[in-house]
Nanobody, 114 residues
Framework: QVQLVESGGGLVQPGGSLRLSCTAS????????MSWYRQAPGKERELVAHITYIGRRTNYADSVKGRFTISRDNAKNTVYLQMNSLKPEDTAVYYC???????WGQGTQVTVSS
């Protein structure tokens, strides 16, 4: 059974940082690309960042380039999203996604507010 478990969300002030983690199980993690998506209230889910299965290539939404970094540790079956210089418009539920069977985590709330 595929499981993607996100953690690390919370409330942070503008300009602050958070690191999200997503630990996977039930499939060969190191063989699949991974991504982070987010969905703000009233908006469609959007791709935030993507990393290839070995981690050699990454892609980011224009809105987060230079502020967010996606990485992975295949030995720990975990993908990370380091979020710096957070803005109120980054407020959303953040979801981990695996290419394997188009699998999704349950989401973790990130709220950026003073």
């Amino acid at each position: 059974q595929v499981q993607l478990v996100e953690s690390g969300g919370g409330l942070v002030q503008p300009g602050g940082s958070l690191r999200l983690s997503c630990t996977a199980s039930g499939f060969a993690f190191s063989n699949y690309d991974m991504s982070w998506y987010r969905q703000a209230p009233g908006k469609e889910r959007e791709l935030v960042a993507h990393i290839t299965y070995i981690g050699r290539r990454t892609n980011y939404a224009d809105s987060v380039k230079g502020r967010f970094t996606i990485s992975r540790d295949n030995a720990k079956n975990t993908v990370y999203l380091q979020m710096n210089s957070l803005k109120p418009e980054d407020t959303a539920v953040y979801y981990c996604h695996a290419e394997f069977r188009n699998s999704w985590g349950q989401g973790t709330q990130v709220t950026v507010s003073s």
